[in-house]
């Protein structure tokens, strides 16, 4: 049963990179600067041989910001991964997750968590909604732009997105995995709304990727400047194309 269960799993996830390939490479004309896609796609650690040299083939000039969850000493961490195959770069940023919140730890919790966990771990949870202390960085720049990601929950952070604007980056991408709230209309409203008030603080312009949601373009002062239609991006919004010579 065990086996019959991932064996089902791993096919929905390889159907998924099939489909998130086939639709990434579709773009290949177009030789978009930036290509970006949700939390948690997984789509390049899942790429065989030969789908990985079709993809470096087709965007030997674009930078892409991937999504994925990776062991990262005794638990896991939700990495924004990016990779940009001119310049032979791979790099990324990660947040904890906390068994069994992820990033949403119930406050009614907190008194109950401070018996295992210090003051300062809570605060940076409460505060920065990670426990991660060494995401210095929050950005990554190449000659054309400076690219910097906000990973679903960091939304709610003041801190974090602080942070990141002292970065100065000419783009921010936003990635979110809202399947996990079943495709709730009122979280994905929900996660618009925040990512306009990120855009407004940023002082950027902010991409908003949310895997099962349109994706979304905000201004600088945080207006949506418009909603991603399907011969932009892949109709569940998984894919946008950024071209900053247009």
């Known amino acids: ?6 064996t089902n799993t791993l096919s929905k996830w390889k159907y998924r990179r099939d489909t998130l390939h086939k ?3 579709s773009f290949a004309t177009s030789s978009p600067d930036i290509i970006a896609l949700p939390e948690d796609a997984r789509y390049m650690s899942l790429l065989d041989d030969k789908q990985l040299t079709s993809y470096e083939k087709a965007f030997p000039h674009s930078v892409l910001v991937d999504g994925d969850t990776l062991a990262f000493g005794n638990g896991f961490r939700n990495y924004s991964l990016i990779y940009d195959t001119e310049n ?5 940023r990660g947040k904890n997750f906390l068994f069994p919140f992820s990033e949403y730890m119930p406050y009614v919790f907190l008194h109950i968590f401070s018996f295992v966990l210090s003051s300062e771990e809570i ?3 409460t505060r920065n909604h990670t426990y991660s202390r060494d995401q210095k960085v929050m950005t990554y720049e190449n000659p054309s732009f400076k690219v910097g990601t906000l990973i679903c929950s960091e939304l709610f952070s003041y801190e974090t997105i602080s942070k990141l604007r002292e970065q ?4 921010v991408i936003i990635q979110s995995y809202l399947s996990i709230f079943h495709e709730s209309p009122l979280m994905y409203v929900h996660a618009l709304t925040l990512a306009q008030i990120a855009g407004a603080q940023l002082r950027t312009q902010v991409l908003a990727s949310l ?6 373009v905000v201004s600088e002062r ?3 400047l418009r909603y991603l239609s399907a011969n ?5 919004g998984e894919i946008i194309i950024v071209d900053s010579k247009q």
Do not use: H, Q
């Not at 032979?88 to 990324?92: A, D, F, Q």
């Open 23 to 25: 639709e990434i490479l």
């Open 1 to 6: 049963s065990d086996l019959a269960s991932s």
């Open 168 to 171: 100065k980056p000419t783009i």
């Open 222 to 224: 945080g207006s949506i």
């Open 211 to 216: 895997n099962d949601g349109p994706g979304v």
């Open 123 to 125: 605060f940076s949870f």
């Open 232 to 236: 932009e991006n892949t109709a569940r």
């Open 88 to 92: 032979n770069v791979e790099m990324g």
